[in-house]
């Protein structure tokens, strides 16, 4: 917990706990010998959303589930930085 203290104290940082994909489709298919079976039904990423949490300044722009490619333009915003077509970017 020392990282929200530090996050409350602060009040400078936004602490961002996200995942950068979702994979989805875990299946336990059977027992086998006392042993389960475990697999992922999908090859690759899902198109799922992803658990994304926040606290601190600009937490408000995050909610609990996101597409992970939005993540982040939600973080340039909460930095202030709104121009997505601009490549050169000064932040």
């Known amino acids: ?30 027992q086998k010998n006392g042993s389960a079976v475990i697999q992922w039904g999908t090859g690759s990423h899902t198109g799922e959303p992803v658990g994304v949490y926040a606290y601190g300044p600009g937490a408000e722009l995050f909610n609990g589930m996101m597409d992970n490619t939005e993540i982040h333009h939600k973080i340039l915003e909460a930095i202030g930085y709104t121009n997505l077509n601009d490549a050169n970017c000064d932040l």
């Not at 990282?3 to 298919?29: C, M, P, R, W, Y």
Request: hydrophobic fraction near 45%; aromatic fraction near 4%.
């Open 1 to 30: 917990m020392d990282l929200i203290n530090f996050v409350s104290e602060d009040q400078e940082t936004l602490l961002i706990i996200t995942a950068d994909h979702e994979t989805g489709g875990l299946k336990i298919l059977k």
